[in-house]
């Protein structure tokens, strides 16, 4: 529960402290005086945005801060045990700090953290009810939030939203890959086709020199025939004056003069090893006149391979030397193309699968929502009946969905539907109740709603607003029952609900005209009377009118 709000700096308190206690907490006070600021204070605590026009004027920081008594909120310890943020196991501090620079920061037990988390942890501790909780109710979106908290269905409403999320997701994500496929599949034929024509081309590495090679060789077969035995009959194989006959000769010739000297030998050596050069050259040109063909078919078969492999170049406007590679990368792609297909395949059954976790959890949830609904309705009537709607006749109603509208929310509408009077029929709130109405039923669906919270500390700005007299009475012993389970803070300007708190604030704004500040005190019993008169009352309180207020706190 909240123990204590300590404000500093902020709108018109420069510095306040106030403690709190169990059971129904009611603050009063002049119109002005500044009753709501303490609920603003304890909003920007919990999470809420801020603003720096609200600091007090002449300051430079705001600080505020809320103490809560944890040791019974095990969800709320767990929570602060994952993030690593446990203190104190009695309470916690809650702290928010506002700059006139327009800087904010938060704190969890005296550590920084983002305000998600601050607004995360808050919701743990304290569920504010506002003064315009009654237009909330005009929407229908409303209703489904208010239905889901009385029957304990967050968590639930939650997972549903989850689902439904990744449906749609994979969804999204499979009909954009199905919207691509005809230009997928036409990418694939075509791939197919070039894969299937270069397969049949068959180009190895290598072949490509080697069969321009040989087209020379076979083009240019009888000049190189022609050629090469010329060059034998020069060098071995013509008459008497072949390089190998006059080689011979030379030594001949050589041999006949003095050996002895040293020039001749040297001459000797050079012609030795020049015929042995043109003996082994002879040999090779003869391996390669021996090499040397003239066949019309092979080269007609060369040209035809050379002319097929330089028109698939062609059409792809590669060389002939990229096909190999260019090869390679079409049967990649058209391999990966092929996963996709499969892929396509696996995430259709993924959306199949999500659909069917959503439609699981939305029919569970619409279950427990039907059932809530019937407890809410009966809970709701006994409440109207006695805010003196004796006639009123409270329907939660679950309208089933299309297909095509199913949504994060579930699977039906939740719409509030009220009947005023005997056999009249169930219409939308907005269309049948008027304005003291609504503002009753909204309040007995808050109590209502309010009884199945986990929430410890529940707060009432100004709910009782528009009602009046023993209806008010009602409503202050509703608050003061619930104020036995949990905390009740409830601001009002109603006697009759003043009367049933078990502890009573008085906020009054102290000072000169300029530089008035807001101070608030605990009352004591004499003080209760008193204060209750002056809301009973006009200007000037009577004998009359302490009196009627004695009684009201007596009873």
Not at 219 to 233: F, K, P, R, V
Not at 520 to 528: H, I
Request: aromatic fraction near 4%; charge should be negative; include cysteine.
């Amino acid at each position: 529960m909240l123990t204590q709000i300590t404000i500093r700096n902020f709108a018109i308190v420069d510095a306040l402290e106030v403690e709190l206690d169990n059971g129904m907490t009611v603050i009063s006070g002049e119109t002005g005086a500044g009753k709501s600021i303490m609920l603003d204070a304890l909003g920007l605590c919990l999470g809420n945005r801020a603003d720096s026009d609200s600091l007090y004027k002449g300051a430079d920081r705001a600080e505020l801060t809320a103490c809560f008594d944890i040791r019974e909120l095990g969800s709320a310890l767990l929570w602060l045990q994952e993030h690593e943020l446990e203190c104190d196991p009695r309470e916690c501090l809650m702290r928010r700090v506002i700059t006139r620079e327009g800087r904010s920061r938060s704190y969890i037990n005296g550590r920084p953290v983002p305000l998600t988390l601050m607004r995360e942890f808050g919701q743990f501790l304290v569920d504010i009810h506002g003064q315009h909780e009654h237009q909330r109710l005009l929407k229908k979106d409303h209703h489904r939030v208010l239905l889901d908290a009385f029957g304990g269905q967050g968590e639930r409403s939650d997972q549903v939203r989850r689902h439904f999320h990744k449906w749609r997701r994979l969804h999204s994500e499979f009909r954009a890959l199905t919207e691509v496929s005809e230009e997928r599949n036409a990418r694939v034929q075509l791939l197919s086709y070039q894969v299937e024509e270069l397969d049949q081309l068959d180009l190895q590495p290598g072949e490509l020199e080697a069969l321009e090679q040989e087209q020379q060789r076979l083009e240019n077969a009888d000049g190189l025939l022609s050629s090469g035995h010329q060059l034998l009959q020069l060098s071995s194989e013509g008459d008497d004056t072949h390089c190998l006959s006059m080689l011979h000769h030379c030594l001949q010739l050589l041999g006949q003069l003095d050996a002895q000297d040293e020039r001749l030998r040297q001459a000797d050596e050079m012609l030795n090893s020049a015929l042995i050069q043109v003996e082994e050259a002879s040999r090779e040109v003869r391996h390669f006149i021996d090499g040397i063909e003239i066949n019309p078919e092979r080269q007609q078969e060369v040209e035809e391979r050379l002319s097929a492999i330089y028109d698939v170049a062609r059409k792809h406007r590669l060389l002939p030397e990229e096909l190999p590679a260019f090869h390679q990368s079409l049967q990649q792609e058209l391999a990966g193309l092929t996963q996709s297909d499969e892929a396509l395949v696996e995430m259709e059954a993924e959306v199949v699968r999500a659909r069917d976790e959503y439609l699981g959890s939305a029919a569970e949830l619409s279950l427990a929502r039907q059932q809530a609904a019937e407890t809410l309705g009966t809970r709701v009537d006994e409440q109207l009946h006695a805010l003196g709607m004796p006639a009123a006749h409270f329907t939660a109603c679950l309208t089933p969905l299309d297909e095509e509208r199913y949504n994060a929310n579930g699977l039906e509408e939740v719409e509030f539907l009220i009947s005023t009077n005997e056999g009249q029929p169930a219409r939308a709130l907005a269309k049948v109740a008027s304005g003291g109405e609504l503002s009753r039923i909204s309040l007995a669906i808050q109590v209502i709603t309010a009884q199945s919270s986990s929430t410890p500390t529940l707060v009432f700005d100004e709910v009782d607003v528009g009602i009046g007299g023993g209806i008010a009475e009602v409503v202050g012993r509703m608050l003061h029952a619930l104020g036995k389970r949990v905390q009740i803070l409830c601001v009002t300007h109603q006697p009759q609900v003043a009367a049933q708190g078990d502890q009573h604030l008085f906020v009054s704004k102290n000072g000169k005209t300029t530089g008035k500040h807001t101070r608030v005190s605990r009352l004591s019993d004499k003080q209760r009377v008193e204060e209750v008169a002056r809301m009973l009352g006009g200007v000037d309180i009577t004998r009359t009118t302490l009196t009627h207020a004695q009684e009201m706190l007596s009873a």
